[in-house]
T-cell receptor, first 113, second 114 residues
Framework: DQQVKQNSPSLSVQEGRISILNCDYT??????FLWYKKYPAEGPTFLIS?????DKNEDGRFTVFLNKSAKHLSLHIVPSQPGDSAVYFC????????????FGKGTKLTVNP | EADIYQTPRYLVIGTGKKITLECSQT?????MYWYQQDPGMELHLIHY???????EKGDLSSESTVSRIRTEHFPLTLESARPSHTSQYLC?????????????FGSGTQLSVL
């Protein structure tokens, strides 16, 4: 029973356009959400996070939006660059504890030059 | 930024062998973790530690064991490797930040058991 769902296994966009990666969750107790980026044969790296008290957090080209009523969050990358091609994992936790972090299955983003 | 080092990066080994995957971090983080991940799947927590002499099992049952004798070192051991143990093993440590903790991952060990 997946608590964090990334329903799109893959996404392909053109360089310079917007990439939108989606994530849905089922546990209304989740109050902290993170996005990680993973290149092949490497460990994930932290990208951006958002607390449930906010509905938007921005860091450079990356913006995460949280819709608590829909239990949905999305990651926007603008403009997309070929170096952004990677697998993106959505993760959620209760009270911010990493031992309770639940990951989605990831979305593979390909940015075409 | 945390520096997490995992060795080896790749390991191909025969069934029945004992293996130890090494993980070290240089930032003095108390909390450390081992995740297992297969292609196209989510990361599953198999072990974690709150600090020296603390080890806990994660959500995914694993035949591996861990130890935490020093803050910076969190090795994972499989006493008898089997093909079902083939996977990527990711070590991480965490630090508290605004809203919650952030995980910092090592580069992983890709284990193949023949």
């Amino acid at each position: 029973d997946q608590q964090v769902k990334q329903n799109s296994p893959s996404l392909s966009v053109q360089e310079g356009r917007i990439s939108i990666l989606n994530c849905d969750y089922t546990n209304s107790m989740f109050d902290y959400f993170l996005w990680y980026k993973k290149y092949p044969a490497e460990g994930p790296t932290f990208l951006i996070s958002i607390s449930s008290i906010k509905d938007k957090n921005e860091d450079g080209r990356f913006t995460v939006f949280l819709n608590k009523s829909a239990k949905h969050l999305s990651l926007h990358i603008v403009p997309s660059q070929p170096g952004d091609s990677a697998v993106y994992f959505c993760a959620a936790s209760i009270q911010g504890g990493s031992e309770k972090l639940v990951f989605g299955k990831g979305t593979k983003l390909t940015v075409n030059p | 930024e945390a520096d997490i080092y995992q060795t080896p990066r790749y390991l191909v080994i025969g069934t029945g062998k004992k293996i130890t995957l090494e993980c070290s971090q240089t930032m003095g983080h108390d909390k450390m973790y081992w995740y297992q991940q297969d292609p196209g799947m989510e990361l599953h927590l198999i072990h974690y530690s709150y600090g020296v002499n603390s080890t806990e099992k994660g959500d995914l049952s694993s035949e591996s064991t861990v130890s935490r004798i020093r803050t910076e070192h969190f090795p994972l051991t499989l006493e008898s490797a089997r093909p079902s143990h083939t996977s990527q093993y990711l070590c991480a440590s965490s630090v508290a930040g605004p809203g919650g903790e952030k995980l910092f991952f090592g580069s992983g060990t890709q284990l193949s058991v023949l």
